[in-house]
Nanobody
Framework: QVQLVESGGGLVQAGGSLRLSCAAS????????MGWFRQAPGKEREFVAA????????SYADSVKGRFTISGDNAKNTVYLQMNSLKPEDTAVYYC???????????????WGQGTQVTVSS
């Protein structure tokens, strides 16, 4: 079992930055792939970024490439999502997810956090 708790969301102006954190507890953090997803009102949950600690693999949605960076600190069992050059269309609830292998579909992740709201004003 893995428990995930996100933090760091908030209100920011377009062009600004935020860093989301996802603290994991439970089984060995480093054995999991970690992903970030987001869901805007009335829309489906969509992939943002993911990383596989064992393989050193990272993946990003085209919409965030060059603006968002996923990283992690195994000693702190925490994964981060640094979001720069934020746009109003980035507004959503952001969720952290974990599973055994890296993936880009929500169905590929068994463990989820409660989400943190990110609002970008124009």
């Amino acid at each position: 079992q893995v428990q995930l708790v996100e933090s760091g969301g908030g209100l920011v102006q377009a062009g600004g930055s935020l860093r989301l954190s996802c603290a994991a507890s439970g089984r060995t953090f480093s054995s999991y792939a970690m992903g970030w997803f987001r869901q805007a009102p009335g829309k489906e949950r969509e992939f943002v970024a993911a990383t596989s600690w064992r393989g050193g693999i990272t993946s990003y949605a085209d919409s965030v490439k060059g603006r968002f960076t996923i990283s992690g600190d195994n000693a702190k069992n925490t994964v981060y999502l640094q979001m720069n050059s934020l746009k109003p269309e980035d507004t959503a609830v952001y969720y952290c997810a974990a599973d055994g292998r890296i993936g880009v579909r929500p169905s590929e992740y068994a463990y989820w956090g409660q989400g943190t709201q990110v609002t970008v004003s124009s």
